[in-house]
Each structure stands twice: as C-alpha cells, then as structure tokens.
C-alpha cells in the first residue's frame, strides 16, 4: 500500500508542477473570464444551485501539519466548510491567507470554518517532505492562516486534489462532507469571500431545517 500511494502521489506530484496559478498568480484564460465576473469554476463532481450536493469528501484519512490523523469528522461541527487548496509557491494563495484568517475567526460562532489543503510538501516518491511542511508551518504563521491545514494523503488525492488544476482552488462542504455548489478558481479578497459564505452559510442552514 505505501509503495502504491508513493506512485500515485509521484503523479499528482508532478501533474502539481504543471498547475497554472503558481508563478506570477496567472490562471488558465478560460478561467479568467469567470474569475474577473465572479462566476464559479466548472468541477467535476461539483452541483449548480438547487441540485443534490456531491459526497466528495464523506470519508477519508489524512494527517495536518504537525502529523495529527484527522478524518472526515473534522467537519462534523460546523454547518459549512470552506476547504482552500494552497501552495507555498503560489503568490496568490498566500496573499490571501490573511483574509481567510480573518474570516475563519469572524464566522466560527456561526457555524463555519475554514480548512486549507497545502499541496507541494511531497519528495519525488511520494512521502511527506518535512522541510517543505516547515516551509509551509512558516507561511501558516507569517500570514495568520490560524485554521487546520492537511497534508495530501492518498485519500485527498483520489477524492480532490487530482481534479486540481491550479491553486489557490477553493470548494465548500457541508458537516458530511457533501460539496456545496461549485468550486472555485484563483483568490478573491475579504468581502468577495464573505458575500459567498454568507450565501453558502444560509444555503446549508435553510437545507438542515
């Protein structure tokens, strides 16, 4: 098992240096368009408004920074989830980290939080590179990102993070796991970011009455 998730995780090691908002915070031209217009970006697995929400991440194991097993109960306490695909080599990503900060604590009593996924800590075979989780301990701290933040494990992976083209990529998940609506592309500031949680936050809720 562990040789098998060390080629599964080489390949999405190397699909991770071919992701298009890295260097320079550009995004493939197709996405753009709807980033500049505030739409969301097309994902496999993810729901229009209205339609049934996809089971993305209903089930799986990882580890967060400091090596701590976590698993789909993380979610389980709070109405929505906002799950933020990051890289230490991403400008945007990192730029917009202290807004998430700052929003994780502005909207915990209410039922959500944020989670991040860092991408780029894996060797060539596929293990977890522990100076590369200190690159990423130290971005977690300079930008006041102070929310959980997971490693990628072969269930991540195979769940997510292989439908990943570009970072930061951002989707939102109800208390099972379920994926609300669709996901996201590129960085967005505070107040973009809190018109679409206070729109998802009201979706799940009305949804649980």
């Known amino acids: 098992m562990k040789n098998c998730f060390g080629r599964f995780a080489a390949l999405f090691l190397a699909a991770a240096l071919l992701l298009t908002a890295c260097s320079g915070g550009q995004v493939p031209r197709e996405a753009q368009s709807s980033q500049s217009a505030g739409e969301e970006a097309s994902s496999s697995g ?9 089971p993305i991440l209903t089930e799986f194991t990882a580890a967060d920074l400091d ?4 698993d789909q109960e993380i979610f389980a306490d709070y109405d929505l989830t906002m799950v933020n695909v990051w890289a230490t080599f991403c400008g945007p990503c990192l730029q917009e980290m202290p807004d998430l900060g700052a929003l994780h604590q502005e909207y915990q009593d209410q039922g959500f ?3 991040g996924i860092v991408t780029d800590v894996l060797n060539q075979d596929g293990s ?64 973009s970011w809190r018109e679409i949680i206070e729109e998802k936050l009201a979706q799940v809720q009305e949804d649980a009455q």
Do not use: C
């Not at 993810?46 to 996809?54: D, K, L, V, Y």
């Open 46 to 54: 993810a729901s229009a408004g209205g339609e049934e929400n996809i």
């Open 128 to 191: 977890i590179s522990e100076s590369q989780v200190e690159v990423a301990k130290e971005a977690v701290e300079a930008t006041g990102a102070d929310y959980l933040h997971l490693l990628p494990s072969e269930d991540l992976i195979g769940l997510l993070l292989w439908q990943v083209t570009s970072v930061p990529t951002t989707i939102f998940v109800d208390s099972e796991g379920n994926m609300v609506g669709m996901g996201y592309l590129g960085s967005r500031d505070a107040d």
């Open 113 to 115: 939080q944020i989670v």
């Open 67 to 70: 090596g701590n097993p976590v």
